[in-house]
């Protein structure tokens, strides 16, 4: 079996994009490479990009209202309602529409009838399964997510309306919730986690866990996701944590999990590792030769670790160094020997192409300690401050006030030869915002390498653009913390032996103990363990979701029908941090692909073009555009987060600027509907809501529509059966035509995973063939079985994308339906087919009626130009048009 994805060229334009952004982090150039294949954007020129948009956001634009709305009469459900009863949908039809009204009852009602639970797959020759992509535990969700529930929901309904088993099933991930709790603490209590024992910090992460989850499945309920709710897991769940730990033992035990001294991303603020900026500095100072008259000038980034400097590597081919080779120089404080090392991974072009190696705390510089067998010394302590091998006059001060001092003594000892600006990128932690510092540790690493070449293998056309020209780099599992899965492997210490490090590991401890026994030789009870007390990268965990969530390792009945996932649906920012992952993970330790397509969609931007984020500020819940909410509200959701106070000034101003008065309430299916529109795979998405806030206006126009339908069947015999309905008038087959030709289009749409064409067909056949030209022109007579038709058949056709308000309107048509009195709820109904219609199919009346088209649109256009309105024009006003 193959991955693939649904549109070749999609996946090379994302993947191509992602890579610019995110390759680096998994992967790093070949050495052989000369010539890098990209040029990603310099901290430099991110911090201009970034202070160009707060300019925008913070200057004073009168030409930019922000968005303009009026209030809507807000309509209530005030009938008595059980939670889980169905609506009385007999009741009068309000007059306009109210999303409030409309939302009121049908997901709880849903949800007890079962309609979202998954059905016995042996009892359909086909299923469809896929889980929506695990949500953070951070916090609430934001129109990202809305966009991939969008998405996501209406497929599931899609193929659940097909008779196709759908397994949709909700996982919330554990994730970076340590960072903040631990802020959070520090904000209200003054306390960092060392201020707690880890028994007590955990319980403080649980609660927030408790309440966060809680958030987020309503949110997720809000937005009409048709979950199978029995499904619902948390990753650090017992089941899914035995699941992380058997996958731990299992690649332990195969090779691909190792323990090493290496040189990893650390956060000194927080004190754990990070992934992966401060203009640099060429500090030039001389090294005396033992045998050669003269000095070698050195530059460096980094003055502060010249403590730990124990070689000087020039190019082979550089004629300005030739004399040097093999020679040896004086470091200026230690008054070691250093030797002069030839590599050709020197820039001769950086500098004056020497480089001081300091291996214990330079990626590059360790590459070449293992190259040339050279000794690492530590100078930068995890708490960021220099360690005793400095020497008293450096010991235990930060290191980049360390900085300073060292350049100040190399100008006393007249050893400084000055120093020249150097824009550089440097990793910053993405939870502290504090530089991050390449630091010796112990941890445990993935062997990535054949993991890749075995996925490779088997996929047709996705990992392959990911591995061409770079390599995979092992992957650092080990993260400093306390929440999260423990590592499930144990330091070993024998009766009277050496302080010698060995460690075992096992799916408990008493298995570790016995694995001990009999790879030592001896007694269990002579052994003493001691569990690691780091955890496992969050993204190890997420690696396992596919088949974890099904139960594996266990084979259970999950897990054989529905693994590999029909499809994977999720954000083109995670093809390697989490995509990659899944692929390598799922194909070694179950043998298969987790997934048998992928389908990526863009990134939710706000309007000055920045990615929505909750460090920034400007994410939006999307409850509060579902409800609305006042500008008050929004900036006290602002303070109540964890910003940067320059970042609260920025986001509160762009509040200010986009939504003077709040943000109006528009309902879920309008919010739905205007996600869906969009081109997921495409450029990133500038979300507007007064896109949203338009959507909510065809909301309306459906409701007016159906109201006038309403009125129309009540004075009429009961409509026919469609396959008994025979358009005879020319209008008549027109508008049969037209939906025809929208079931087609929605067809093709969905199949090709192309919601944009979906909205963009049902749209215009609503809005501009079934309003402003059939029923402004048979107003006064109508055929009732081709209006009812057409109408309960368009309700079908938007009932993946907005569940809610099709309900609510087929339910009030539901009376007038020739069934059998088994039709309970539209959602469970068989999404309509070009088959069913192809007695209206009639391609010569849409070439006819195209005139017709042109007059009414032009007529409306000078309406709109003139004000005119139904009642009499005021002359004086509009002399110049009679």
């Known amino acids: 079996m193959a991955v693939h994805v649904a549109s070749p060229r999609i996946w090379s334009r994302d993947l ?73 949908t007999t009741l009068p039809f309000p007059q306009s529409y109210s999303p409030e009204y409309v939302e009121f009852g049908w997901y709880q009602w849903w949800e007890k009838q079962g309609f979202f639970r998954s059905c016995d797959a042996h009892a359909v020759d086909k299923y469809f399964s896929f889980c929506i992509p695990p949500p953070n535990v951070t916090g609430t969700l934001h129109l990202g997510h809305a966009l991939t529930v969008a998405i996501e929901d209406a497929l599931a309904r899609w193929y659940h309306f097909n008779k196709l088993f759908d397994y949709n099933s909700v996982t919330l991930h554990a994730s970076a919730i340590h960072s903040v709790v631990e802020r959070k603490l520090m904000r209200e209590q003054g306390k960092c986690r060392r201020d707690y024992s880890r028994e007590e910090f955990l319980k403080q992460v649980w609660r927030w866990k408790d309440e966060k989850g809680d958030e987020i499945y309503h949110q997720l309920r809000k937005l009409g996701a048709s979950l199978d709710w029995n499904r619902a897991c948390f990753t650090m769940d017992p089941g899914f944590s ?23 991303n650390w956060s000194c603020a927080l004190e754990w590792t990070q992934r992966s900026c401060l203009a640099g500095l060429f500090c030039l100072f001389p090294v005396i030769s033992r045998k050669w008259k003269g000095e070698v000038a050195v530059s460096t980034t980094r003055p502060e670790t010249m403590l730990g400097d124990v070689a000087i590597a020039v190019h082979p081919d550089d004629p300005r160094y030739k004399d040097l080779h ?13 030797p002069i090392i ?10 004056t192409g020497a480089v001081k190696v300091t291996p214990a705390h330079d990626h590059t510089d360790f590459l070449l300690s293992q190259r040339h067998s050279l000794p690492r ?152 363990l001691t569990q690691d007390p780091d955890v496992l990268d969050t993204w190890f965990s997420s690696g396992l979701f596919p088949f974890a969530m099904l139960g594996w390792p266990q084979q259970t009945e999950d897990l054989k029908q529905f693994y590999p996932n029909s499809i994977l649906e999720t954000g083109s920012d995670l093809i390697f941090f989490w995509v990659a992952r899944m692929v390598m993970l799922g194909r070694e ?52 987060g964890n910003l940067d106070p320059r970042e609260s000034v920025v986001a509160m101003e762009a509040q200010k600027k986009d939504f003077p008065k709040g943000i109006p309430e528009c309902g879920t299916d309008a919010l739905r509907f205007a996600l869906c529109s969009y ?10 809501v007064s896109h949203v806030l338009s959507c909510r206006h065809f909301c ?36 049969c035509w037209r939906l025809y030709s929208t079931v087609q289009q929605c067809e093709r749409g969905f199949q090709s995973y192309e919601l944009h064409t979906v909205t963009s067909a049902l749209h215009s056949f609503w809005l501009h063939s079934l309003c402003d030209v059939y029923l402004v022109n048979r107003e006064k007579q109508v055929a009732v079985s081709v209006l009812y038709h057409c109408v309960s058949i368009s309700l079908a056709l938007l009932s993946p994308i907005m569940p809610f308000l099709t309900e609510e309107l087929w339910q009030r048509l539901l009376p007038y339906a020739d069934s059998d009195g088994t039709s309970r709820s539209l959602c469970v109904q068989p999404y309509p087919k070009t088959s069913q219609l192809e007695h209206w199919c009639f391609p010569k009346e849409e070439a006819d009626f195209s005139l017709v088209q042109e007059v009414v649109r032009v007529a409306r256009l000078l309406r709109a130009q003139c004000q005119l309105t139904k009642e009499r024009p005021d002359c004086e006003r509009t002399s110049s048009f009679c």
């Open 326 to 338: 093999g020679k040896h120089c004086r470091h200026p404080f230690t008054e070691c020997l250093l």
């Open 16 to 88: 191509q994009k992602a890579w610019s952004t995110w390759g680096s982090r998994l992967c790093s150039q070949s050495s052989s490479s000369t010539q890098p294949s990209h040029h990603p954007r310099t901290q430099a020129e991110k911090a201009k990009r970034r202070q160009a948009r707060e300019k925008a956001i913070l200057s004073s634009d009168v030409n930019d209202p922000g968005l303009l709305w009026s209030d809507k009469e807000k309509i209530t459900y005030t009938a008595a309602l059980v939670p889980g009863e169905k609506k009385d």
């Open 700 to 735: 309306n126009k459906m409701w007016q529509t159906v109201r006038f339908t309403l009125a129309t069947l009540h004075d009429a015999s009961l409509p026919t059966s469609l396959a008994e309905t025979y358009p005879l008038s020319g209008m008549d087959r027109w508008i």
């Open 377 to 528: 010394l530590t100078v930068i302590g995890g708490d960021g401050t220099m360690t005793s091998d400095c020497g008293q006059w450096l010991e235990g001060v930060k290191r980049f006030d360390a900085r300073e001092r060292v350049i100040t003594a190399l100008m006393e000892r007249k050893l400084f030869r000055g120093k020249k600006e150097h824009p550089m990128s440097l990793p910053i932690c993405s939870r502290s915002g504090d530089v991050t510092e390449p630091l010796l540790k112990k941890q445990w690493f993935v062997r990535c390498q054949e993991m890749g070449r075995k996925a490779v293998q088997v996929s047709e056309r996705a990992l392959n653009v990911w591995l061409h020209q770079v390599e995979i780099i092992d992957w650092c599992i080990s993260r400093q913390l306390w929440w999260g899965h423990q590592i499930p492997a144990y330091r070993v210490t024998l009766e009277n032996s050496k302080d010698t490090e060995e460690w075992v590991w096992g799916r408990s401890a008493a298995e570790a103990r016995q694995r001990a026994a009999v790879k030592f030789g001896v007694n269990p009870d002579a052994i003493t």
């Open 589 to 640: 330790l179950t043998g298969q692909l987790p997934f048998k397509q992928v389908l990526f969609h863009s990134l939710v931007r706000d309007k000055y073009g920045r990615k929505m984020s909750k460090s920034l500020g400007n994410v939006i819940d999307p409850l509060d555009v579902i409800s609305g909410v006042s500008l008050e509200r929004l900036q006290e959701k602002v303070r109540e």
């Open 342 to 351: 030839t590599d050709s991974m020197v820039d001769v072009t950086f500098g």
């Open 242 to 264: 035995s699941a992380v730990t058997e996958a731990f033992v299992r690649l332990c035990d195969s090779g691909l999990i190792y323990r090493s001294e290496a040189l990893v």
């Open 679 to 688: 081109k997921a795979q495409g450029e990133d998405i500038s979300l507007s």
